[in-house]
């Protein structure tokens, strides 16, 4: 089945500096790419999201990219503020399984 | 418009008891989906649903049964709890299927002693 890989699990930046966090997949059908924030005691929330005939994505500071031939995607924050803190996790979505398989999440903290 | 709701919030069982997390979306999404999660191992499925009266069994599945007897609710259910069960489980759903945005509930954080 599905195999996400997500790194770094923990990334510390400054405020204004940019964030990118990588996910790696196994599965070359798979053909969905959410990513989701999680604020502490909270449920995940999506940011954004890419589909696999889609490279990038832009949503105002957040952005996605995709390379379907070495089989990994990106999530790239830039201009990072401190309400950015919070654990990202990125997942994939192959058809033959029918749900979302999550990598095992980041952790961002952003430093005033 | 609620959204995902999940009760209890928070619940302590002994070893051995039984117990229904409930989850109930507003929503008329057709797809539902329980993940627990466990630190340093991100959101694993449990169980999900495509629709009313149809179940089918994720990554995870072994000690909790569900249902899908309505479009609304999905409870999943610990039949004799264990340690290992303690954990923060999420409730989610999708309008459609796991291809479309997920919408998850606050989170129910289950200790088994």
């Known amino acids: 089945g599905e195999n996400v890989e997500q790194h770094p699990s923990t990334l510390s930046v400054q405020e204004g500096d940019s964030a990118v966090i990588k996910c790696t997949y196994s599965d070359s059908a798979s053909n969905y790419f959410p990513w989701y924030k999680q604020e502490l005691g909270k449920g995940p929330q999506l940011i954004i999201d890419?589909?696999?005939?889609?490279g990038e994505k832009k949503d105002q500071r957040i952005a996605v990219t995709l390379n379907k031939t070495a089989k990994h995607f990106s999530l790239h924050i830039t201009e990072t503020q401190p309400e950015d803190s919070a654990v990202y996790f990125c997942a994939a979505s192959p058809p033959s399984q029918g749900n979302l398989i999550f990598g095992k999440g980041t952790k961002l903290s952003v430093k005033p | 418009n609620a959204g995902v709701t999940q009760t209890p919030k928070f619940q302590v069982l002994k070893t051995g008891q039984s117990m229904t997390l409930q989850c109930a979306q507003d929503m008329n999404h057709e797809y539902m989906s329980w993940y627990r999660q466990d630190p340093g191992m991100g959101l694993r499925l449990i169980h999900y649903s495509v629709g009313a009266g149809i179940t089918d069994q994720g990554e995870v599945p072994n000690g909790y049964n569900v249902s899908r007897s309505t479009t609304e609710d999905f409870p999943l259910r610990l039949l004799s709890a264990a340690p290992s069960q303690t954990s923060v489980y999420f409730c989610?759903?999708?309008?459609?299927?796991?291809?479309?945005?997920?919408?998850f509930g606050q989170g129910t954080r289950l200790t088994v002693v």
């Open positions: 890419i589909r696999s005939n889609v």
């Open positions: 989610a759903s999708s309008y459609f299927d796991s291809n479309t945005e997920a919408f």
